[in-house]
Nanobody, 126 residues
Framework: QVQLVESGGGLVQPGGSLRLSCVAS????????IGWFRQAPGKEREAVAC????????WYPDPTQGRFTISRDKGKNTVYLQIDNLKVEDTAVYFC???????????????????WGQGTQVTVSP
């Protein structure tokens, strides 16, 4: 059974940084890409980043963005999301999820992702 546990959220001032963690159970990272998503109040869940299973390559829905960095430590079964220069509009619950594409970052629709963690709250406020 796949289990994902997020942590690292909190209250941060604009311009600050956070590093979120997603700890996966067992050999999840060997077989699944991991995506980070976020959902703000009243808004749909949206993809933020993905890291593929096979080569650890990062993918972003917006390739031009420079504030989000996804990485992983397979030895710790952990995927990280570094968020820099935080903005008020980054306030959301951040989730990690396993892919439904056989280890590839092949789609950004949340409906195509299988297992989800419980989320970690990020609040950006002056």
């Amino acid at each position: 059974q796949v289990q994902l546990v997020e942590s690292g959220g909190g209250l941060v001032q604009p311009g600050g940084s956070l590093r979120l963690s997603c700890v996966a159970s067992g050999s999840v990272l060997e077989h699944h890409a991991i995506g980070w998503f976020r959902q703000a109040p009243g808004k749909e869940r949206e993809a933020v980043a993905c890291i593929s299973s096979f080569d650890g390559r990062p993918w972003y829905p917006d390739p031009t963005q420079g504030r989000f960095t996804i990485s992983r430590d397979k030895g710790k079964n952990t995927v990280y999301l570094q968020i820099d220069n935080l903005k008020v509009e980054d306030t959301a619950v951040y989730f990690c999820a396993t892919d439904g594409f056989g280890g590839y970052c092949a789609g950004w629709s949340p409906a195509n992702w299988d297992s989800w963690g419980q989320g970690t709250q990020v609040t950006v406020s002056p």
